[in-house]
């Protein structure tokens, strides 16, 4: 059984197209997450959704919109892709923690879809 | 200024020896620091999590955290060719609600 998977694991496109990447868990956790990983494989998390709710959206370009239908599913779609945005892009999900607790509880990543702007 | 960071790397360490990855951050009020492996193409693998001050042993793993130097360690002990992977340290900040990763230090393991 796969906790998070992740649909496409390859997605070659060309500058200007939209595509969409999907993920799903099974963990029944209430939270999900988007990270970018680039050439150097620095990991960078780019939108946190916590039971449908957007929590965290940093200083990504609104071509990006994060779109969860429910707690178990949370999908990226790219407008207007550029050749920056070629990246593996991670599909993550945890347990909030109670709010003002200041922990985390473990996240948990997908396989990666390995993006390619042509 | 990075917000977390681990030693640059590569480290090289023969089979049977101690690898030991170091990692510092800059928010005080971290709560949660947890360490990933990832192989070559593979996604993040969460090996271990600690909390609180101390040490954490997990098999061949061990956590060690001092939040007073702000200052968390992963040791290997009896490295495997194996554990030839990058590991790439993580600190949860509570105020930000964010996991925030350091760039990895990549771990060579030789027969």
């Known amino acids: 059984d796969t906790a998070v998977s992740q649909t496409p694991k390859y997605l070659v496109t060309q500058m200007g197209n939209d595509k969409s990447i999907k993920c799903e868990q099974n963990?029944?956790?209430?939270?999900m997450y988007w990270y970018k990983q680039d050439s150097k494989k620095f990991l960078k998390i780019m939108f946190s959704?916590?039971?449908?709710?957007?929590?965290i959206n940093e200083t990504v370009p609104n071509r990006f919109s994060p779109k969860s239908p429910d707690k178990a599913h949370l999908n990226l779609h790219i407008n207007s892709l550029e050749l920056g945005d070629s990246a593996v892009y991670f599909c993550?999900?945890?347990?909030?923690?109670?709010?003002?607790?200041?922990?985390?509880?473990?996240?948990?990543f997908g396989p990666g879809t390995r993006l390619t702007v042509t | 200024q990075k917000e977390v960071e681990q030693n640059s790397g590569p480290l090289s360490v023969p089979e049977g020896a101690i690898a030991s990855l170091n990692c510092t951050y800059s928010?005080?009020?971290?709560?949660?620091f947890f360490w990933y492996r990832q192989y070559s193409g593979k996604s993040p693998e969460l090996i271990m999590s600690i909390y609180s001050n101390g040490d954490k042993e997990d098999g061949r793993f061990t956590a060690q955290l001092n939040k007073a130097s702000q200052y968390v360690s992963l040791l290997i002990r009896d490295s495997q060719p194996s554990d030839s992977a990058t590991y790439l340290c993580?600190?949860?900040?509570?105020?930000?609600?964010?996991?925030?990763f350091g760039s990895g230090t990549q771990l060579t393991v030789l027969p």
């Open positions: 959704y916590n039971n449908k709710e957007l929590i």
């Open positions: 993550a999900s945890s347990q909030e923690p109670p709010l003002g607790s200041g922990g985390s509880y473990e996240q948990y």
């Open positions: 993580a600190v949860y900040s509570g105020s930000a609600r964010q996991l925030t």
């Open positions: 963990l029944g956790h209430d939270t």
């Open positions: 928010d005080r009020g971290s709560q949660s």
